[in-house]
């Protein structure tokens, strides 16, 4: 064993997938074993393999599936018919999504539904595979070594991881990438070794935008090393940035704070001033008014005064013309005649 297939051995054990590979089907066709990798994520291998026959009857061209409804696709899963109650599928609903999704990613990738490029053409194939997420390219792995006879499945984003890592160079040949590929490669182990690297160029290994900070190799990855360093970099001119930032926000919101009390005790002074100027106008009012009022009562009782004397003057007045009225009556009356002497 070589230096170069030791370490690919030891970094194998670090790869840990998200999802195991389903045992293939004894029949069907490569999209229908692309189909089970994707089941296989939501139910057990057995409870997947009795979902695809189901689908099969309900489905008999997949290009219904791909425009149906996901809760309609669940229905036909768990036997529960066309229009089941979205409650009575719940548990099978993101499955049908996740399947419906992969029956769309093929049909716009190869204007199609059918997957037998990967036998036809392994170097096309294993383009393909790189544009098709949802089957991801661990999946994708497993169908084109099912498509070439159990043959080291070989693909551009395999070649990367491999030749970041430093264990292979980069071809433009897929059959000189797989000489070089195979050394590394424990006997009867071509699957696992492609399904594990593929895992890393899934979750990590981007072409254009590697996440190799999170990454479970960055450690025995020389271009792992350098991008996480860059990040790291990164990271610290960015965290200083945001401090720059927080700091000036903060100096600016503390000027917002000292100017909007400054405006507030302004405010609260002309309010108070504004107040006082309302009580003392409203204190104005009243005593006008309380001196109106007192006013008008003394002006009442002047003129209830002067009308008492007036009615007096004028009860005196006709008091004395009715005494002289009555002297004057008892002058103007004759002398009584004296009587007869009686014979």
Known sequence: MTKKSETATRLLQKIHPRWSLPKPLKEGTLLEQGMLAVLVRHFPQEKAEAVIPALQEAYPDWNEMRVAQAQEIAGRMLKKGR??????????????????????????????????????????????????????????????????????????????????????????????????????????????????????????????????????????????????????????????????????????EKKDAARRARDDARAAKKAEAEARKHEREQKRRERADALKKSEAERLKKKVLAEKKREADAKAQAAKIAKAKAAAAKKKAKPARKAPKPRR
Not at 192 to 218: G, H, K, N, T, Y
Request: overall charge positive; some cysteine.
């Open 83 to 252: 229009t089941p109650r979205r409650d009575a599928v719940k548990s099978a609903l993101a499955a049908a999504v996740d399947v419906r999704e992969y029956l769309q990613e093929v049909y716009q990738r190869v204007h199609g539904l059918d997957l037998e490029i990967l036998r036809e053409d392994p170097a096309a194939g294993g383009k393909l595979l790189q544009q098709l997420p949802k089957l991801g390219l661990a999946a994708g792995s497993q169908l084109l070594w099912i498509a070439n006879g159990g043959q080291l499945p070989v693909h551009g984003a395999l070649v990367r991881v491999l030749d970041r890592l430093g264990l292979v160079s980069r071809s433009g040949s897929v059959k000189k990438a797989g000489e070089a590929i195979a050394p590394l490669v424990e006997p009867g182990k071509d699957l696992m070794f492609v399904e594990r690297f593929s895992e890393v160029a899934d979750r990590w290994c981007d072409a254009r935008r590697p996440i190799c900070q999170d990454c479970v190799l960055v450690e025995d990855c020389p271009h792992g090393k350098r991008v996480a360093h860059d990040w790291k970099a990164q990271q610290a001119r960015l965290a200083a940035a945001r401090s720059r930032e927080e700091a000036r926000r903060a100096l600016v």
